[in-house]
């Protein structure tokens, strides 16, 4: 079984799953995105071919066929399989999304339903998930109608119309009629399976659809940024309102390179960028829950401090350990749980938690909007920025061996006092706003002295070195230079020059905790597209926006990393800053809609 990237996201916003082109669930952890995984054949790939561990297929004896795809503006997934004699099933996968009762539906529970199209195809299942990361010891127990998956602390419960018995013995039988299944919670599934899983699926069809059309998004590429918005939302655990930066743990980086990192948790970061993207296509409703989790961040700061990451939870220990029983993917280990980035210090964390909270007290359209006594407490966000905008951190690429003061933690420092005073001018607080706008003259004076590099004649990527990384790019989306600055022009050449390897930007050139990069970093390239366009360079830019979307797999997607010689897709998967560069460049270099009517 070939193994590689080609995957389709689906999911609730409580649990997901990636199907591979076959339509297999191989990756799904349960009871939520950074749970244990009890769908783990991903990383359980040392040899391809082998009977992988973790895993829901459906395979047609003498299958010589299959096809993926999406049911349009959804993460519902129709697979197409077809066997030697021109048989073939259509099978439908997707987690169950609507409301009922009120409240929104999203149970940790995937739906099936496969349905004869043509001939008399055989099918053979197999339902084999694991338990403790690739456990295959899952003991099982059975009635007439389901069958029970005891996974240590989640027992998973598949209630079926087809025949239990073959399933359990991963027998071949015909497929005559539709049949349907739930795996879910262990607990009787209540009413006919078939009505109820049908129904399931057309009101899930209804949702997503219906969200997709609420959406603002550009004339061109639309297509592409509706599947980026999609699987964006999937990335947000709704109970809690956290954005994880990806679904998957330990996809390296690059080949055999050990950069396998568990991107299962929410980046302060990546989600101020992800809930960016999403609010410029009007999908406010994520912005609002996630609003929700950063209150609770910020109530629970610890001595003074706002680490960089934290479990969908809230949780803010996450120990970073390795599970021994997987080979990981490709058989490139170790496969990584948790991640020691938590513990480090990264200052710019405080300007992304007060970027995205300013729209709350300026936009009337959400339900909740903020107010004088959520601003004194974002205050004592702004402390922390002003109080390190000068002070070293392990910046956002998070180095683990070497410290520097990095220009774009300063800068986001800079933007989080320039936000703050104008959240004071809205609220008609004239004193604060006056305070944190000196404050922001002063963080701006330091930058200018301390970042600029005279006798380059540019910005450094941290203060008094020689050196430049992708991220001062950044520079004009926090509105700190504008595009047409001499000194942005400069450092954008500076950082061309070193870091482009044709349509691809590295993140920096210089050796790191595991060497020299070797691939690129997605996002960087959407920056470097961004920063082409506003320069004046518009049909280079939108030559390079086209061959990144054909860079995208059969999903549409992109994961963090790309081998800038090959084109293949490295790193976990779906990755959020991948999609949001997406979205970004989508909006900016779009014919406008007025063009068109």
């Not at 309102?241 to 330990?250: F, N, P, Q």
């Not at 992708?470 to 595009?483: E, T, V, Y």
Request: a negative charge.
């Amino acid at each position: 079984m070939k193994t590689d990237l080609q995957l389709w996201p689906i999911g609730n916003c409580q649990v997901s799953a990636l199907l591979d082109v076959a339509g297999s669930i191989v990756w799904g952890c349960v009871p939520r995105v950074d749970g244990d995984p009890a769908f783990c054949a991903l990383l359980d790939t040392a040899g391809d071919g082998a009977l992988r561990r973790g895993i829901w297929s459906a395979e047609l004896v003498d299958q010589v066929d299959a096809r993926s795809r999406y049911l349009r503006n959804t993460p519902v997934l129709s697979t197409v399989l077809t066997d030697a004699q021109g048989g073939s099933v259509e099978m439908l996968s997707f987690c169950p999304r609507f409301e009922r009762s009120g409240r929104m539906y999203r149970p940790v529970a995937y739906g099936r339903i496969i349905r004869p199209l043509a001939g008399s195809p055989r099918l053979r299942m197999r339902l084999a998930p694991a338990k403790n990361w690739g456990d295959p010891d899952v003991a099982r127990t059975n009635g007439t109608n389901h069958a029970r998956y005891l996974c240590d602390a989640h027992t998973l419960r598949l209630s079926t119309d087809a025949p239990v018995g073959h399933i359990l013995e991963e027998r071949a039988f015909r497929i005559e009629r539709p049949h349907h299944f739930f795996l879910g919670p262990d607990e009787p599934f209540v009413g006919n399976i078939g009505r109820e899983v049908s129904r399931m699926f057309d009101l899930t069809v209804d949702y997503w659809r219906y969200w997709a059309r609420s959406l603002a998004i550009p004339f061109e590429w639309q297509e592409a940024v509706i599947r980026a918005a999609i699987t964006l939302k999937l990335c947000q655990h709704e109970e809690t309102g956290a954005i994880v930066a990806a679904l998957t743990t330990s996809i390296p980086e690059a080949p055999h390179s050990e950069r396998n990192w568990d991107y299962r948790y929410c980046w302060i970061r990546d989600a101020y960028y992800t809930v960016q993207a999403l609010n410029r296509l009007g999908a406010l409703d994520v912005l609002e829950k996630y609003l929700g989790y950063l209150r609770n961040i910020v109530d629970e700061m610890k001595e003074g401090a706002i680490q960089p990451l934290f479990a969908v939870s809230g949780e803010s220990e996450l120990p970073e350990a390795e599970a021994e029983k997987l080979p990981g993917y490709r058989g490139m280990g170790p496969v990584r749980i948790g991640n020691a980035a938590a513990l480090q210090t990264q200052h710019d964390v405080y300007g992304q938690i007060i970027l995205p909270t300013i729209q709350s007290f300026c936009d009337q359209r959400l339900l909740r909007m903020s107010e004088k006594a959520d601003f004194e407490r974002l205050e004592a966000v702004g402390e922390l920025a002003w109080k390190t905008h000068d002070k070293p951190d392990a910046g956002l690429w998070e180095f683990r061996t070497r410290s520097a003061v990095h220009t774009y933690s300063a800068v986001m420092s800079w933007a989080a006092c320039d936000r703050l005073a104008m959240a004071a001018n809205v609220l008609g607080l004239e004193d604060r706003a006056q305070f944190w706008s000196q404050r922001a003259v002063r963080i701006r004076e330091t930058i200018e002295a301390e970042a600029w590099h005279e006798e380059a004649g540019r910005f450094g990527a941290s203060f008094g070195r020689d050196d430049v990384d992708a991220s001062l790019l950044q520079l004009i989306d926090m509105r700190f230079l504008s595009a047409d600055d001499p000194r942005f022009i400069s450092t954008f050449e500076a950082i061309e020059e070193r870091l482009r390897r044709g349509e691809h930007m590295l993140r920096y050139d210089s050796e790191d905790d595991y060497g020299l990069p070797e691939t690129a970093f997605n996002i960087c390239t959407f920056w470097l597209i961004e920063a082409l366009f506003l320069v004046g360079r518009k049909e280079e830019a939108r030559t390079l926006f086209e061959q990144m979307l054909t860079r995208r797999t059969e999903s549409g997607l992109l994961s963090e990393d790309m081998d800038f010689e090959t084109g293949e897709l490295w790193g976990n998967f779906p990755q959020t800053y991948s999609l949001v560069g997406i979205i970004n460049c989508a909006g900016l270099l779009s014919v406008p809609w007025s063009q068109m009517r």
